[in-house]
Each structure stands twice: as structure tokens, then as C-alpha cells.
């Protein structure tokens, strides 16, 4: 079966630095999605990526997939407050003859000194 | 997200009671999810549906059962709550051609 491995688990940094979240999987990645948690809340899309080289950016986060589709990173760049929480990504994995499911990485708990 | 709601949004029950959560959408997406998320183990799928009345079992289905007797609604049935599910609950939805899931907000299910 498909596993996601994120790293770091978790991540302080100073208000203005930037900073990379991993996700690497153990297969090839179709559908690849970062995700948002604050504590106690559900989960904010941020980003979708499904081409080998793939990059997107949405306000000071850009996310990367890498060519042979097995890796991605989540990059922030000038940290905020507003960045602490929880990443994780997502994998599409197919069950049957349904649209995908979506598997996790155990998330990156990210905190923002300001 | 406006879309997307759940029910109740917290609960404690006493172990071998029946619970229901409600997973209400007003997106008519097709797809609907119910995850559980727990430290150590991170999201894990239970149950999915892709249609009305057509419901599939995911990774950790064992002790849970669904119903999806219209589009907008899918309820997860714990028949006889024990302390291992004490979790917090996630539905989310999909549709093809829409990028992303969408999550609701969670129920945090109590067994004690």
C-alpha cells in the first residue's frame, strides 16, 4: 500500500524566516494535495499538483512536485503567524471503481515565533 | 466551510451505546468520506460513498457503518461505541472536474 512520509514533524521558526516541508511517497504520486489544520478545526485546501514538475503558489506558499512524481515540498516564504498550524498532504489513491480516496502523511506541526 | 457541515460537533457516550453522525453537504458532490484522525496515526479513511445507496468500506471500516439515502446527507453509525474509536471525526466531499476535498469542521467523538 501507498505511505506518505512528511518531515519535519514538527518546525519552529521565527517570525520572517522561510522555511520547506517534505512529503515523499512510496509510489509514483497522481493527485498530490496540501492541506491546512489549526487545532480543533477541520482541514483548508491550499493546493493541488498532478504534473512531474509541477509548481504552484498561492500568497507566500509555493508548492513543488518533483519530476518523477514521488516527492513534494511546501515552501513559505517570510513566515507569519497566520502560517502556524498543521501541514499535511494528501495522495489520491484509487479504491475500486471510485474517484480516489485520499491517504495522509502524519502532518508537520508548524509554529511561528513572532 | 459553508458547504459542508457536521453533526453533532461534540460528543461523549458511554461505551456499547449507538451514535450517528451526520455529515450534511449543499454542493451536490457525488463523493462523500468519513475519516478519523488520531495523534500518531494521522487521517484515516472509514467509509466512502460514491452515489446514493452506494457505499465502500476504507481502511479502518471495522465497528462503523454508513448510509447514504440521499445526496446531501451520509451518517457513520458506531453500533456499539468502544473507547479505541474515541476520535475526531471528518466527512469530506469530491466531485470530478472540482479541485481539491472538502472537509467539514469535525465532530470530537468522547467514549468513556
Known amino acids: 500500500s501507498q505511505e506518505l512520509e512528511q518531515s519535519p514533524q514538527s518546525l519552529i521558526v521565527q517570525e520572517g524566516k522561510n522555511l520547506t516541508i517534505n512529503c515523499t511517497s512510496s509510489?509514483?504520486?497522481?493527485?498530490l494535495y496540501w492541506y491546512k489544520q489549526k487545532y480543533g478545526e477541520g482541514l483548508i485546501f491550499l493546493m493541488m499538483?498532478?504534473?512531474?514538475?509541477e509548481e504552484k503558489s498561492h500568497e507566500k506558499i509555493t508548492a513543488k512536485l518533483d519530476e518523477k512524481k514521488q516527492q513534494s515540498s511546501l515552501h513559505i516564504t517570510a513566515s507569519q503567524p497566520s502560517h502556524a498550524g498543521i501541514y499535511l498532504c494528501?495522495?489520491?489513491?484509487?479504491?475500486?471503481?471510485?474517484?480516489?480516496?485520499?491517504?495522509f502523511g502524519k502532518g508537520t506541526k508548524l509554529s511561528v515565533k513572532p | 466551510d459553508a458547504g459542508i457541515t457536521q453533526s453533532p460537533r461534540h460528543k461523549v457516550t458511554e461505551t456499547g451505546t449507538p451514535v450517528t453522525l451526520r455529515c450534511h453537504q449543499t454542493?451536490?458532490?457525488?463523493?462523500m468520506y468519513w475519516y478519523r484522525q488520531d495523534p500518531g496515526h494521522g487521517l484515516r479513511l472509514i467509509h466512502y460513498?460514491?452515489?446514493?445507496?452506494?457505499?465502500d468500506k476504507g481502511e479502518v471500516s471495522d465497528g462503523y457503518s454508513v448510509s447514504r439515502s440521499k445526496t446531501e446527507d451520509f451518517l457513520l453509525t458506531l453500533e456499539s461505541a468502544t473507547s479505541s474509536q474515541t476520535s475526531v471525526y471528518f466527512c469530506?466531499?469530491?466531485?470530478?472536474?472540482?479541485?481539491?476535498?472538502?472537509f467539514g469542521s469535525g465532530t470530537r467523538l468522547t467514549v468513556v
Open positions: 509510489k509514483t504520486l497522481y493527485g
Open positions: 494528501g495522495a489520491d489513491v484509487g479504491y475500486g471503481g471510485s474517484q480516489g480516496n485520499l491517504i
Open positions: 454542493e451536490n458532490h457525488r463523493y
Open positions: 460513498s460514491y452515489g446514493v445507496k452506494d457505499t
Open positions: 499538483l498532478q504534473k512531474g514538475g
Open positions: 469530506a466531499i469530491s466531485e470530478p472536474g472540482y479541485e481539491g476535498y472538502t
